[in-house]
């Protein structure tokens, strides 16, 4: 299994209380990912990061926000939480392959529930 | 907008039957293929990639790939309980943001015992 840990695994919190999670990995892989899985929507890409400090939006980003200091961190905060930021969270991670293959790999997942 | 469109299923096959699950990809350009499988209430699990058309093998999986029809398929032989799960096909983009992958929102499988 790739070595992913995302911390805390569940969360109750309150709306507009500030949420961070947490994402560490012990592969050294480049590409770091968060999406959310929600009934009907599948997964959505929410940030990216392609190396320490690079980051950057994907589909679903208003609300939240990244850093990456090291390799192995990839934070994602919810600056004042929202009942419709309740959803399950889940960081992946990546690195270049021969001809560019790219599989990602999966971390156990948040589920965040904000009342 | 790049789409990958899947049946949400769910998809009820007898034990020991061939389970065969389909996914369209809009992107012309994309090159890298996976397919996911994914129990409730757990993560996603990498299946099997699949890169150049035609068919691959691994166990009682097969991958098929059509690039000129933009269509990947996932075949699982002899389908077993164990195999009921929701699998998500996952495409990724052309040009620079290759490393980027959209899902699609995955097709529910039964496997009835």
């Known amino acids: 299994d790739a070595g992913i840990t995302q911390s805390p695994r569940h969360k109750v919190t309150e709306t507009g209380t500030p949420v961070t999670l947490r994402c560490h990995q012990t592969?050294?892989?480049?590409?770091m990912y968060w999406y959310r899985q929600d009934p009907g929507h599948g997964l959505r890409l929410i940030h990216y990061?392609?190396?320490?400090?690079?980051?950057d939006k994907g589909e679903v980003s208003d609300g939240y926000s990244v850093s990456r200091s090291k390799t192995e961190d990839f934070l994602l905060t919810l600056e004042s939480a929202t009942s419709s930021q309740t959803s399950v969270y889940f960081c992946?991670?990546?690195?270049?392959?021969?001809?560019?293959?790219?599989?990602?790999?999966f971390g156990d997942g948040t589920r965040l529930s904000i009342l | 907008q790049k789409e990958v469109e899947q049946n949400s299923g769910p998809l009820s096959v007898p034990e020991g039957a061939i389970a065969s699950l389909n996914c369209t990809y809009s992107?012309?350009?994309?090159?890298?293929f996976f397919w996911y499988r994914q129990y409730s209430g757990k993560s996603p699990e990498l299946i099997m990639s699949?890169?150049?058309?035609g068919d691959k093998e691994d166990g009682r999986f097969t991958a098929q790939l059509n690039k000129a029809s933009q269509y990947v398929s996932l075949l699982i032989r002899d389908s077993q309980p164990s195999d009921s799960a929701t699998y998500l096909c996952?495409?990724?983009?052309?040009?620079?943001?290759?490393?980027?992958?959209?899902f699609g929102k995955g097709t529910k499988l039964s496997v009835i015992p």
């Open positions: 990061s392609y190396g320490v400090k690079d980051t």
């Open positions: 992946a991670i990546s690195e270049l392959g021969t001809g560019g293959s790219q599989p990602q790999h």
């Open positions: 592969e050294n892989h480049r590409y």
């Open positions: 699949i890169y150049s058309n």
């Open positions: 996952a495409v990724t983009h052309s040009g620079a943001g290759s490393y980027q992958l959209t």
């Open positions: 992107d012309r350009g994309s090159q890298s």
